[in-house]
């Protein structure tokens, strides 16, 4: 019923650029703060970038600011996250993730790997 889908990943040569996509159900995007987390083998997940439901505000993890843009498109229930001068330690399996912005439960997409190679 309620399901995050990653797409998008791949192979990238360093300065290269990747569009990941996350398609949701309107019942999961409608009123859910969307974001990226990404987790690199034998570290812990961290965030990536987020934008939110209410003000369409979005937010950068230092690293990756200037580079990677976050969108999402209403109308196809889908969070993207543009990469832009990929760099090899940008390497990692990338989550989708959904956040309601009242109590509730979250959800986790699957995941879609990026390597960036030098």
């Known amino acids: 019923q309620v399901q995050l889908v990653e797409s998008g990943g791949g192979l990238v040569q360093a300065g290269g650029s990747l569009r990941l996509s996350c398609a949701a159900s309107?019942?999961?995007?409608?009123?859910?703060?969307m974001g990226w987390y990404r987790q690199a083998p034998g570290k812990e997940r961290e965030f990536v970038a987020k934008?939110?439901?209410?003000?369409?505000?979005?937010y950068y993890a230092d690293p990756v600011k200037g580079r990677f843009t976050i969108s999402r498109d209403n109308a196809k229930n889908t969070v993207y996250l543009q990469m832009n001068s990929l760099k090899p330690e940008d390497t990692a399996t990338y989550y989708c993730?959904?956040?309601?912005?009242?109590?509730?439960?979250?959800?986790w997409g699957q995941g879609t790997q990026v390597t960036v190679s030098s």
């Open positions: 309107r019942r999961t995007f409608s009123n859910y703060d």
């Open positions: 934008i939110r439901w209410r003000s369409g505000s979005t």
């Open positions: 993730n959904a956040a309601p912005v009242v109590a509730g439960n979250g959800y």
